[in-house]
């Protein structure tokens, strides 16, 4: 009984996506604090011990469960060691003490300076951390996973952690995701001559994924001095890497595009590698992939020594691109003014295009919207744009959207105004802009077939798995989503199911 109850709520979730009856507005103002989080809008949480004058630990990465439940990530202070952290809150803003009984879990990895800078949620609930610790006297990649009640996950390379050198110095990981197969990428920089962009794959055990270029391990050069921030997963499997590169004068956005092998692909401009110069000296921080597969990146940019730094954002078509569609030019340069500098470091798409962008302002968290067009949306917030003080020297990291359009952000504060070393987040109202992206044309063909549609929706609301979803099914030549993969991460990303792998 219970599984049928399961299965029937899947399928009510999956109809309540396509009907518009369903959806329900957010109560409050686009852009206004939502008090039933935390009922402030606001939550500050201290975990660890004290920190050293001038520290910048805090939270760094932000994932919301499909349970509404929201974890973050990041380092913080063991006695006299940084660890890499998490901390899990119910969806009002309270400490989830079912994770690790507490809410907070500090797990050390290579020794005295472990520092995490990414998360995410496996489809079974499995958590991973990622960024780079210290081991025999380098910084190296480090990942670890838990368990969905935040103890270590040993089938995760037999400890739950793994630390791997790339480069022949110090190596450090910002980014990480998951593909449907449950093989998991990171991101990120190695130290040399000169510093490069650096990826590696593990298998879904956490040992090194050998498909992925021989080895595990990928090293790009696009300028003399690399550092990946961000890595996507397209729904055909390659890989895309963005980041900021040194170009003759100055720092410009960077990406590259893998194939599913590791090698650079070809149809991304010619060669797999992009260079942008936007708006003079530009640090690329962050990346996402719009479900029509243009790829937003953003960062911050400065067009002089005394100029402070600005707002910037690219869109790119699937090839590379600009696309012209957003601002008319492919690219956005704001400044907010008062000669202070924006730190651009998170992006989230809206299911109906439209955009937010996240970090750090006057020491206090800023939030902008964007429409789809590249044109700053002024329904939030009566002007695009919300900058909100939290506690003190405040710095946001991450931006994450929940299913009801609520808009979180999370990030680092201090609550006596020493340094950041708090694990902050707020919430503000999204205001309602339609529930998902979501057709029942599941196989993407244009129509809506009760011989492959109907058939897939009726096999996932009956439990049912992996490629047997697809199974015996003759799909249209013009189908887009033909292969499980594809279709699961349509129905996750755009249509808001939570599937088992």
Not at 112 to 136: H, R
Not at 183 to 200: D, E, H, I, R, Y
């Amino acid at each position: 009984m219970k599984n049928l109850l399961r299965r029937a709520s899947i399928l009510a979730a999956f109809s309540c996506a396509l009907l518009t009856p369903c959806v329900h507005a957010t109560p409050g103002q686009p852009g206004t604090l939502d008090l039933s989080w935390n009922l402030t809008g606001k939550v500050i949480t201290s975990i660890g011990g004290a920190v050293p004058f001038g520290t910048n630990s805090g939270a760094r990465a932000m994932a919301v469960q499909a349970d509404g439940k929201v974890l973050l990530a990041g380092m913080c202070y063991d006695v006299a060691n940084v660890d890499f952290c998490a901390i899990r809150y119910n969806a009002n803003g309270t400490l989830d003490t079912s994770w690790n009984g507490t809410g907070k879990t500090m797990t050390p990895i290579g020794g005295i300076d472990d520092q995490a800078y990414a998360i995410a949620v496996q489809s079974d609930g499995k958590v991973l951390l990622a960024g780079y610790c210290k081991s025999g006297g380098s910084y190296h990649f480090c990942a670890l996973r838990y368990n969905g009640d935040g103890t270590l996950d040993a089938s995760w390379n037999g400890s739950g952690k793994v630390i791997t050198p790339i480069g022949a110095g110090n190596d450090q990981a910002f980014a990480i995701a998951v593909q449907p197969d449950g093989k998991v990428l990171l991101a990120g920089t190695c130290f040399g001559q000169p510093t490069k962009f650096c990826t590696l794959r593990y298998n879904a055990n956490g040992t090194l994924d050998l498909s992925w270029n021989g080895t595990g391990k990928v090293s790009t050069s696009l300028g003399t001095g690399d550092i990946a921030y961000a890595v996507a997963i397209q729904p055909d499997g390659k890989v895309l890497v963005a980041g900021t590169c040194l170009g003759a004068a100055d720092n410009d956005f960077c990406t590259v595009r893998y194939n599913v092998n590791g090698t650079p692909d070809s149809s991304w401009n010619g060669t797999g590698l992009l260079t942008t110069s936007v708006g003079g000296d530009d640090i690329a921080a962050a990346m996402s992939l719009q479900p029509d597969g243009k790829v937003l990146i953003a960062g911050s940019c400065r067009s002089g020594a005394a100029i402070p730094t600005d707002f910037c954002a690219v869109r790119y078509n699937t090839d590379g691109t600009p696309d012209f569609n957003w601002n008319g030019t492919g690219s956005v340069v704001a400044s907010f003014g008062g000669g202070l500098d924006v730190r651009t470091r998170a992006i989230a798409v809206q299911s109906d295009g439209k955009v937010f962008f996240a970090g750090g302002y006057n020491n206090d968290f800023f939030a902008l919207r964007y429409n789809a067009n590249g044109v700053i949306d002024t329904n939030w917030n009566g002007t695009g744009r919300v900058v909100t003080p939290v506690g003190n020297f405040d710095s946001a990291w991450a931006v994450a959207l929940q299913r009801d359009g609520k808009v979180l952000l999370a990030g680092a504060c201090s609550a006596d105004g020493q340094s950041y070393y708090d694990f902050c987040a707020v919430r503000y109202d999204g205001g309602p802009f339609g529930y998902r992206n979501c057709t029942p044309d599941i196989d993407g063909d244009g129509s809506f077939l009760a011989t492959t549609d109907a058939l897939i929706n009726m096999r996932i609301a009956l439990g049912i798995t992996g490629n047997a979803v697809i199974g015996g099914i003759t799909f249209s030549p013009t189908a887009t989503r033909n292969t499980w993969p594809l279709i699961r991460n349509y129905l996750v990303t755009q249509c808001g199911m939570s599937l088992v792998q």
